[in-house]
């Protein structure tokens, strides 16, 4: 019998993955099948199998997610072949053909313009904030002395603590401060490094003042509230840009010459840049590129992302991430974004898929990726505006599409290979696949 949706399940988590998959399979009108469905996407090795479970909690099978590559990508003169992990079927493809596109105009050029991390001790205090500044040259001592055995490998790789500044928030929230605190964490992310090291400032702030026995009673209280990471990383930014003459723009449309286009592509952008409902579907297309890149090397891409449309939104409006700039007869496309990434620690050294991205990519630096994930960042959204201000996007869109809609309508391969000839000059839609192939089968 199919089992009830609202009863509530008690130690799932307990249950052996068989046991797991069982009962989850309970919820489905064909058991057995969904069974056998999910057991087909488990790794044919078992060592391989129990890697991917324990990346997370309560695992029962695998998600598939196609893996690509972008050839020819070329920054500040090195070439790449950067590998891409996307459900999306044009993203690839956009990628690519920016990247083709670029290397035959002096390639993406890429700087890193900061790569400092910050984190909070966010706690409360009910003395004056005169009396908590006073203290604080002594507070910073203590407190990176308390964290040293956490900080000495970090220091010895060139990272380690930068700066530990006392913010008051107590205009907005009764006795509210924080310690905002910047790092260097070199080519690891960082996040479990300044997350240690942040509880241990907690905890070592809370005992250093318990121990401030010339103060009030009240005084000698200090109420940790919380100590984490930001995401927010306004200063580890990464530049990248294109650039050519606008005559080196002429071949991309039939009906516009190069300045034409450039003038068009850069009101596109600047539309980005006023209206809120076009920057973020804008900075989405940013996405497609930098998240792709992010998965395939083991990067944490919910981090990015946040800390990408925060950033876009420093100005105290949502913004484009991406801007034009003319000068004279000469355009540049370019891109700065927050990017915290690591190639070592976490993900990228265990995921076998993300080592080996890693080793395609030449094993480079943090920096070295950040340069690689948003020059597909802006191949993505070069890609994007430049279909959108000539032929419009559904053409190449709904091309790439093709397959899965034939997938969708169970097409065998002499279809798809006579569906793909047929289409090469038709309009792809839903309903014309359908009747295609509806065609070729009576
Ligand atoms: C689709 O995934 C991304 C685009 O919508 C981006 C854009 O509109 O700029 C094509």
Same mark, same amino acid.
């Given at each position: 019998?199919?089992?009830?949706?609202?009863?509530?399940?008690?130690?799932?988590?307990?249950?052996?993955?068989?046991?797991?998959?069982?009962?989850?399979?309970?919820?489905?009108?064909?058991?057995?099948?969904?069974?056998?469905?999910?057991?087909?996407?488990? &790794?044919?090795?078992?060592?391989?199998?129990?890697? %991917?479970?324990?990346?997370?909690?309560?695992?029962?099978?695998?998600?598939? =997610?196609?893996?690509?590559?972008?050839?020819?990508?070329?920054?500040?003169?090195?070439?790449?072949?950067?590998?891409?992990?996307?459900?999306?079927?044009?993203?690839?493809?956009? @990628?690519?053909?920016?990247?083709?596109?670029?290397?035959?105009?002096?390639?993406?050029?890429?700087?890193?313009?900061?790569?400092?991390?910050?984190?909070?001790?966010? %706690?409360?205090?009910?003395?004056?904030?005169?009396?908590?500044?006073?203290?604080?040259?002594?507070?910073?001592?203590?407190?990176?002395?308390?964290?040293?055995?956490?900080?000495?490998?970090?220091?010895?790789?060139?990272?380690?603590? *930068?700066?530990?500044?006392?913010?008051?928030?107590? &205009?907005?929230?009764?006795?509210?401060?924080?310690?905002?605190?910047?790092?260097?964490?070199?080519?690891?992310?960082?996040?479990?490094?300044?997350?240690?090291?942040?509880?241990?400032?907690?905890?070592?702030?809370?005992?250093?003042?318990?121990?401030?026995? &010339?103060?009030?009673?009240? +005084?000698?209280? *200090?109420?940790?509230?919380?100590?984490?990471?930001?995401?927010?990383?306004?200063?580890?930014?990464?530049?990248?840009?294109?650039?050519?003459?606008?005559?080196?723009?002429?071949? =991309?449309?039939?009906?516009?010459?190069?300045?034409?286009?450039?003038?068009?592509?850069?009101?596109?952008?600047?539309?980005? &840049?006023? $209206?809120?409902?076009?920057?973020?579907?804008?900075?989405?297309?940013?996405?497609?590129?930098? $998240?792709?890149?992010? =998965?395939?090397?083991?990067?944490?891409?919910? #981090?990015?992302?946040? @800390?990408?449309?925060?950033? #876009?939104?420093?100005?105290?409006?949502?913004?484009?991430?991406?801007?034009?700039? =003319?000068?004279?007869?000469?355009?540049?496309?370019?891109?700065?974004?927050?990017?915290? *990434?690591?190639?070592?620690?976490?993900?990228?050294? *265990?995921?076998?898929?993300?080592?080996?991205? !890693?080793?395609?990519?030449?094993?480079?630096?943090?920096?070295?990726?950040?340069?690689?994930?948003?020059?597909?960042? !802006?191949?993505?959204?070069?890609?994007?505006?430049?279909?959108?201000?000539?032929?419009?996007?559904?053409?190449?869109?709904?091309?790439?599409?093709?397959?899965?809609?034939?997938?969708?309508?169970?097409?065998? $391969?002499?279809?798809?290979?006579?569906?793909?000839?047929?289409?090469?000059? +038709?309009?792809?839609?839903?309903?014309?696949?359908?009747?295609?192939?509806?065609? !070729?089968?009576?």
């Amino acid at each position: 019998m199919r089992r009830k949706r609202d009863i509530i399940i008690s130690g799932f988590s307990k249950l052996l993955k068989e046991e797991k998959l069982k009962l989850v399979a309970e919820y489905f009108e064909n058991p057995g099948e969904v069974v056998s469905l999910l057991k087909s996407f488990w &790794h044919t090795d078992e060592r391989q199998q129990k890697l %991917f479970d324990e990346f997370s909690e309560n695992t029962i099978t695998n998600f598939y =997610i196609p893996y690509g590559i972008a050839p020819n990508v070329m920054i500040n003169e090195r070439t790449y072949l950067v590998p891409m992990v996307i459900e999306e079927s044009s993203v690839v493809a956009a @990628a690519s053909a920016a990247s083709k596109f670029w290397s035959e105009r002096g390639g993406y050029h890429s700087e890193i313009i900061s790569t400092k991390k910050v984190g909070q001790v966010h %706690f409360s205090w009910s003395g004056p904030e005169s009396r908590l500044r006073a203290m604080m040259p002594e507070i910073r001592t203590v407190l990176v002395e308390a964290v040293k055995p956490i900080t000495a490998n970090m220091e010895k790789r060139g990272g380690g603590i *930068l700066d530990i500044e006392l913010i008051s928030l107590t &205009h907005e929230i009764e006795d509210y401060y924080q310690l905002m605190v910047t790092f260097e964490t070199k080519d690891s992310m960082g996040a479990n490094f300044i997350n240690s090291v942040l509880e241990e400032f907690g905890q070592t702030l809370r005992q250093y003042m318990a121990g401030q026995l &010339h103060l009030p009673e009240q +005084q000698q209280q *200090l109420e940790i509230i919380m100590a984490i990471l930001s995401n927010y990383t306004p200063e580890c930014v990464v530049k990248t840009w294109v650039e050519c003459p606008f005559s080196r723009l002429d071949q =991309i449309d039939e009906t516009l010459d190069g300045e034409a286009f450039a003038r068009k592509f850069e009101k596109a952008v600047r539309i980005a &840049h006023v $209206d809120i409902y076009r920057a973020t579907t804008h900075n989405k297309g940013i996405y497609n590129g930098i $998240d792709a890149v992010a =998965i395939a090397t083991g990067n944490d891409f919910r #981090a990015i992302e946040a @800390a990408g449309h925060a950033y #876009a939104s420093r100005n105290g409006r949502y913004q484009s991430l991406s801007r034009v700039e =003319i000068e004279g007869d000469i355009f540049r496309f370019i891109l700065e974004v927050p990017m915290a *990434l690591g190639t070592v620690g976490g993900l990228t050294s *265990l995921h076998p898929l993300a080592k080996q991205s !890693l080793e395609l990519l030449g094993n480079p630096s943090a920096t070295e990726l950040m340069m690689i994930a948003s020059a597909m960042g !802006l191949a993505n959204n070069f890609s994007a505006v430049k279909s959108l201000t000539t032929k419009g996007i559904q053409a190449g869109h709904m091309k790439m599409h093709l397959f899965n809609i034939l997938n969708h309508f169970k097409a065998n $391969d002499e279809e798809k290979t006579a569906a793909a000839e047929h289409f090469k000059d +038709q309009k792809v839609s839903f309903a014309s696949v359908g009747q295609y192939i509806a065609s !070729l089968r009576k």
